[in-house]
């Protein structure tokens, strides 16, 4: 039997910077799905109760979102805030890594708390999660890690799995059905903790945190 979907209420103002169009779909199509609303935070999206920002260019993620903080309006974070900034770790060197975590845990505006959700190589692995348990297997080749992912998704579709805005978004909700967000949470336990070499991803504790309303 399936598990119900459920209808949460989350008090807590939840802020997702992300690195691009992927990550922005999952997080929108998760907020629309599990209803996950707040009476202080204004929707960015239609039915959408968090909201979600997707990053320019390359560079220093941390400092990026520090910048959007303290400038943007639409962002303006409480004490009560979390924030969460989501990328792959592709082809970043690991000392600029070690630099943003640092200064993630050091974010605090106005009290507001800070958590990078990073995934090697790929959020792509967290997708896959979906449908399989994941290992810590070695990297050596992003982009022929990359490639191995992609299809493995396709297989799970049903077709071609695509990072093109429009169709990416409906593959989401393929993804999200049925509740398979608890499989890929159970399914990345054992990759849950951050590594530079091996194929991981958080992104199921940060889910988990939020769907179990441990931000209220």
């Known amino acids: 039997m399936s598990r119900k979907k459920r209808h949460l209420k989350v008090g807590a103002k939840i802020f997702f910077f992300v690195e691009g169009y992927t990550e922005e779909n999952y997080f929108r199509k998760l907020i629309q799905y599990y209803k996950l609303y707040t009476a202080s935070t204004k929707a960015l999206f239609n039915a959408s109760a968090k909201k979600i920002k997707v990053m320019d260019g390359n560079g220093d993620w941390v400092e990026y979102t520090k910048k959007i903080l303290t400038k943007d309006p639409k962002f303006r974070p409480d004490s009560g805030t979390r924030i969460f900034i989501i990328f792959d770790k592709d082809q970043i060197p690991d000392k600029k890594i070690d630099k943003m975590l640092k200064d993630a845990d050091d ?102 945190d939020i769907l179990n309303n441990r931000y209220i």
Request: glycine share 6%; charged share 25%.
């Open 107 to 208: 974010l605090k505006v106005n009290g507001s708390k800070c958590q990078i959700g990073l995934s090697n190589c790929s959020f792509e692995v967290w997708l896959l999660a979906h449908f399989q348990k994941m290992t810590p297997k070695p990297i050596e080749s992003s982009k022929m890690w990359q490639g191995q992912l992609e299809q493995s998704l396709g297989k799970y579709l049903g077709k071609k799995y695509k990072k093109n805005k429009i169709v990416n978004n409906k593959q989401m909700e393929k993804i999200l059905s049925d509740n398979k967000v608890f499989e890929a949470i159970k399914n990345t336990e054992k990759i849950s903790q951050i590594s530079l070499e091996k194929q991981s991803t958080n992104i199921g504790q940060i889910v988990s």
